[in-house]
């Protein structure tokens, strides 16, 4: 699991953290309101908010206290429980991708190339928070937790691992779309450029990002 990088400057780190979570919220908002289909980790979000009624926010924060106990559930006396803070910032990012969509609701998005341009828009925010939250250095996401947990017991480098992970999660909202509504929901072709662009994104984001952690916080 990550570790804390270092016990400077603290409380920067925290506001770091909060950043790049609720950059990342807003960037899930804007792919829910470009209706091209979110992230892959969003897709199971997406589709049980569909159909239990349950805002985009409050799905996340459910998934992701699971994703928590699935860790646990993994590695047992070896999880590493300052871990446990993934649960307070999965509500916090829950809460805010609810801000984000109640603060973008009334932008335009008729036809199909502005629904590119917020999915776009979206595929950045995204891309950017994550740069931001792993430059904080303190915890990771229950998301990306999970994955190392897995990589901890399971000889998978991380990589392929997240790969796995991700089509997995988009298989399952697949699935749980056609079994409970008869369709899909919330897997289109955003979601494969989601899938394809957030990780190329945020490795050119970590550039002025790690220029900005070097010079501020070490």
Not at 42 to 51: A, F, K, R
Not at 92 to 101: K, N, P, W, Y
Not at 108 to 120: D, H, K, N
Not at 148 to 161: D, S
């Amino acid at each position: 699991m990550q570790q804390i990088k270092t016990l400077k400057h603290i409380p920067a780190r925290v506001l770091l953290l909060c950043a790049g979570l609720i950059i990342m919220a807003f960037g899930v908002a804007f792919s829910v309101k470009a209706g091209l289909g979110t992230s892959p980790i969003s897709s199971v979000p997406y589709v049980t908010s569909v159909i239990s009624g349950l805002s985009v926010g409050t799905t996340t924060i459910i998934m992701n206290c699971i994703f928590v106990l699935i860790q646990i559930a993994i590695l047992r006396k070896n999880y590493q429980w300052f871990q446990l803070l993934q649960i307070p910032a999965a509500v916090l990012f829950g809460v805010m991708i609810d801000v984000g969509e109640w603060a973008i609701r009334g932008i335009p998005c008729s036809g199909y190339l502005a629904q590119w341009i917020l999915c776009v828009i979206g595929i950045l925010l995204i891309a950017f928070g994550v740069s931001v939250e792993v430059m904080a250095g303190l915890i990771t996401t229950a998301g990306e937790g999970i994955v190392l947990a897995i990589c901890q017991v399971l000889p998978v480098k991380f990589g392929n691992m997240k790969v796995a992970f991700d089509v997995t999660l988009v298989a399952l909202s697949i699935l749980i779309g056609l079994a409970a509504l008869g369709r899909v929901e919330g897997v289109r072709e955003g979601t494969v450029a989601a899938a394809l662009c957030v990780g190329l994104a945020a490795k050119q984001f970590s550039k002025p990002v790690a220029w900005f952690e070097r010079r501020y916080l070490l």
